[in-house]
């Protein structure tokens, strides 16, 4: 249903209930509905969205700790869950944006037999058993670039890693990352892949959960491998 500006619809969030330790669960959330004026106050230069399409991701497991590792920010008990996503601008009072304007806000045993010649570039993901076989595995001067290590993310205690020598054996070079210090390349990403996109030389895989009410179900099925694909969650499609 179209929104009009003025109107007073219906606002849902998902909640944080507390801090918790483990894997998540679908109670750890919960549904609040309350009501929101679909008008940005006048003087304002404030943007008003509607979402369209959320994101679930596996950092906001840790954003569910009560301590969190430097440089990251966790949920407020008693908080909506905020991420990524894309929206539809509905009401601005700022000068670059416009009604109707969409914005971005924002186990496996691994041995020789798969790698007889060893391992030159590893792009980390999992952590524990998986890192310590594929340092045994790597090859001289090979690299890891350490983006996430999900296997860990529902530990009380992180496992530790038995290889870790094989960096100076080897000479390893293992450097982590964050996208938060690559967004200004962001504008650049698109201009290079979307074409690819457009023209099906990439292809990407979505697991789309429809409804608010979906997104912590789909939340907790990252860590359950129950999403193939990137996990969405579909608020409205337009
Ligand atoms: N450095 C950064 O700035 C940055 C930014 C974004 C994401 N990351 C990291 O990138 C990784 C992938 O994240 P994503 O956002 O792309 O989401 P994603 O691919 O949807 O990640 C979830 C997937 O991880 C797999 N998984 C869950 N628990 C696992 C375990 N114990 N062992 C092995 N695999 C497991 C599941 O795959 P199956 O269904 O196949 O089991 C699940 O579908 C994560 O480690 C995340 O923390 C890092």
């Known amino acids: 249903m179209a929104s009009v500006v003025g109107e007073e619809v219906s606002n849902k969030q998902v909640i944080f209930k507390d801090y918790f330790t483990g894997f998540p ?22 943007v008003l969205l509607k979402n ?10 840790i954003l569910m700790q009560r301590v969190v590792p430097k440089g990251f920010s966790n949920y407020t008990p008693g908080s909506p869950i905020n991420g990524y996503g894309v929206a539809k601008v509905l009401d601005s009072g700022h000068p670059d944006f416009k009604a109707g304007d969409l914005v971005l806000y924002d186990g496996v045993t691994i041995n020789s037999l798969y790698f007889p010649e060893g391992i030159d570039i590893y792009f980390e993901n999992v952590g524990g058993e998986t890192l310590d076989a594929v340092l ?15 296997s860990q993310y529902n530990l009380d205690q992180p496992e530790g890693v038995k290889n870790l020598m094989c ?15 690559y967004y200004h390349l962001y504008p650049k990403f698109l201009d290079t892949v979307l074409p690819y996109i457009k023209e099906g030389k990439i292809a990407y895989v979505e697991d789309i959960a429809e409804g608010l009410e979906s997104g912590p179900a789909a939340l907790v099925g990252l860590f359950s491998g129950r999403n193939i694909g990137k996990q969405v969650v579909v608020i409205a499609r337009e």
Not at 28 to 42: G, Q
Not at 52 to 61: K, T
Not at 136 to 150: E, K, P, Q, S
């Open 52 to 61: 369209l399409y959320l994101s679930c991701d596996p950092v906001m497991r």
């Open 25 to 46: 669960k679908e109670s750890d959330m919960y549904l609040t509905t309350s009501t929101i004026k679909l008008k940005v106050p006048e003087g304002s230069n404030g």
């Open 167 to 181: 960096l100076v054996y080897k000479c390893i070079h293992m450097t982590g990352f964050t996208v938060r210090d």
């Open 136 to 150: 045994l595995n790597m090859r001289d001067h090979g690299r890891i670039a350490v983006c996430g290590m999900i």
